[in-house]
């Protein structure tokens, strides 16, 4: 199991690397020149060769890649070209609110779409099975930035029960933990209505029930457990997708997160400010698969099997 742990720790070190490498490498290669975005057009042409030369811009690209990843590592995210002011500051600002939101959407999505599925298994081929998927299939089908702007427009604009923007109080939150949440909900509620008829179908589903084992018994002690195993799995990519997809959410709500940072960077060339909020944003997704991967390994027996059976 220590070694299953260690691959995992691993693999996280590569990703991470990858990401900066391959972040820098983008950033590096875009034809726009951030002198000419951040500073004003009256600046003359000694002015964008100091600018170049003070941020590093001027060395070749060896040099600048070896720099980045020698701070990243140090955690030194350097400074905001545009605010002045450290880019770790700013992020660990940040950072709560984007993460409070995913972990508000995941449980959201867990709280719905799992009892929805259960629900469906349970009940298959009648009147609200149906019904329930083909609203799964539309939910799944409908992207998050149209459902958050049709909210806006509904609740915010037309009805005036919620604000369309910032965080001054916890009304806030509510549509856009339901944005980013609504793909989610609608694709536990398939793959958990799929998991659970596998299940059921199973022969050890079969013999609980022939010794006579009451049916509440059977679905929550023998049937759910079991189903619940690759449901597990996938709310921990749903998550970590999560991360990466609140860039749209918070930029739709102006939502004061790490996406909506990282969108405002991206708009005014502040490369300091991109390369850390991507880095941050691939940490936090990789870590959450980690987690998930070390408690998949914990209840699935066969992961338990294979690392006993070996002696790890």
């Known amino acids: 199991m220590?070694?299953?742990?260690g691959k995992r720790l691993l693999w996280l070190i590569f990703v991470l690397a990858g990401?900066?490498?391959?972040?820098f490498t983008i950033m590096y290669l875009m034809p726009t020149d951030a002198a000419d975005v951040l500073l004003p057009d009256t600046a003359s042409a000694a002015d964008k060769a100091e600018f170049r030369h003070i941020y590093g811009l001027d060395q070749t690209y060896l040099v600048q890649l070896g720099n980045y990843l020698l701070d990243t590592f140090t955690l030194?995210?350097?400074?905001?070209?545009?605010?002045?002011?450290?880019?770790?500051?700013?992020?660990?600002?940040?950072?709560?609110?984007t993460i409070t939101l995913n972990v508000l959407g995941m449980i959201l999505a867990a709280g719905v779409g799992i009892p929805i599925g259960i629900l469906c298994a349970l009940k298959r081929n009648s009147f609200a099975d149906n019904s329930l998927m083909v609203m799964a299939m539309m939910g799944i089908s409908i992207p998050s930035f149209w459902l958050a702007l049709m909210m806006i427009i509904l609740f915010s604009l037309n009805l005036k029960w919620l604000p369309a923007f910032g965080i001054s109080s916890w009304l806030c939150w509510i549509m856009p933990v339901i944005a980013i949440s609504m793909p989610s909900i609608n694709a536990n509620s398939r793959l958990t209505r799929a998991t659970v008829?596998?299940?059921?179908?199973?022969d050890f589903i079969s013999t609980a029930r022939a010794k006579g084992v009451k049916e509440?018994?059977?679905?929550?002690?023998?049937?759910?457990?079991?189903?619940?195993?690759?449901?597990?799995?996938?709310?921990?990519?749903?998550?970590?997708?999560?991360?990466a997809g609140s860039v749209v959410i918070e930029t739709v709500f102006t939502f004061p997160g790490v996406g909506l940072y990282m969108m405002t960077a991206i708009a005014a060339r502040d490369y300091?400010?991109?390369?850390?909020?991507?880095?941050?944003?691939?940490?936090f997704a990789a870590l959450v698969q980690l987690i998930v991967d070390i408690v998949y390994a914990a209840i699935d027996p066969r992961i338990k099997a294979q690392f006993v059976g070996k002696g790890k």
């Open 197 to 202: 008829l596998e299940t059921v179908r199973a």
């Open 19 to 23: 990401t900066a490498v391959l972040i």
């Open 76 to 97: 030194d995210f350097g400074v905001s070209w545009i605010y002045k002011v450290p880019v770790v500051t700013e992020l660990f600002a940040r950072l709560p609110r």
């Open 2 to 5: 220590y070694k299953y742990v």
């Open 216 to 243: 509440r018994v059977v679905i929550w002690k023998h049937m759910l457990p079991n189903a619940m195993i690759p449901i597990i799995n996938e709310l921990g990519s749903q998550f970590s997708s999560g991360i």
């Open 272 to 283: 300091p400010v991109v390369r850390s909020c991507i880095l941050i944003l691939a940490f």
